[in-house]
């Protein structure tokens, strides 16, 4: 159980290897699947109230420990690539209408894995690392750009520069650093309920 007994542990199993993740048991249509940075692990979902109130608006949440990542449970040594792999899997494995979100490197691993990805129905990329290097042209969904407008390690100028070409909308976070979500996290909230509004039409 996590806090609040909102979230509950489960196992995914992906070639022969079982990695954990985090769901609340709400019965919804509707799934928002989290991909934490890489300074943290799916707790942060918890510590900022995201948890709380998608369960409080009856939307699933699905929160993933990448591995790899240093706090992540997944203590788990794997490649980029099969990292990725594992993502898409997770997605193809929601039978709902979802968005797939990540943070920093977690947002680098969650566009790769939105690339040619029926799976999903929009991108929410929250201060992109290495955001020229991704393949946007084969991301067929709709994307949203999260930056704090403070933020030294992804500049949210390019990043806005970047998907605007694709049509993506970016929401920049006034005083915020690269982990908006900390700084603000209640203007975080307040966006991820207004993307699901805008995708889905949903109040």
């Known amino acids: 159980m996590r806090i ?69 449970r997944n203590n788990i040594k794997l490649d980029e690539g ?20 990540g943070c920093s490197a977690g947002a680098y ?6 690339e040619n990805n029926d799976n999903i129905n929009a991108l929410v990329l929250v201060g992109p690392v290495d955001i020229e290097k991704i393949n946007f042209d084969m991301i067929k969904v709709p994307i949203f750009g999260i930056w704090g407008s403070e933020d030294k390690i992804s500049d949210h100028e390019k990043g806005r520069e970047i998907l605007e070409k694709y049509n993506g909308e970016v929401k920049v976070i006034i005083g915020a650093g690269h982990a908006c979500y900390i700084n603000e996290p209640n203007k ?7 993307i699901f509004s805008s995708v889905f039409k949903y109040k």
């Open 109 to 114: 691993i969650a566009a790769k894995a939105a």
């Open 82 to 101: 099969e990292i990725i792999n594992i993502v898409k899997e997770l997605t193809k494995g929601i039978q709902k209408k979802k968005i797939l979100l």
């Open 4 to 72: 609040g007994n909102l979230m509950e542990k489960y196992n995914f199993k992906y070639q022969g290897n079982d990695y954990i993740y985090y769901m609340n048991s709400i019965d919804s249509q509707y799934a928002l699947i989290l991909l934490h940075g890489y300074s943290f692990n799916s707790d942060i979902w918890d510590n900022i109230g995201l948890s709380k109130l998608l369960y409080n608006k009856k939307i699933q949440m699905l929160a993933f420990d990448v591995p790899g990542f240093p706090k992540s």
């Open 188 to 194: 975080f909230n307040d966006i991820i309920l207004d």
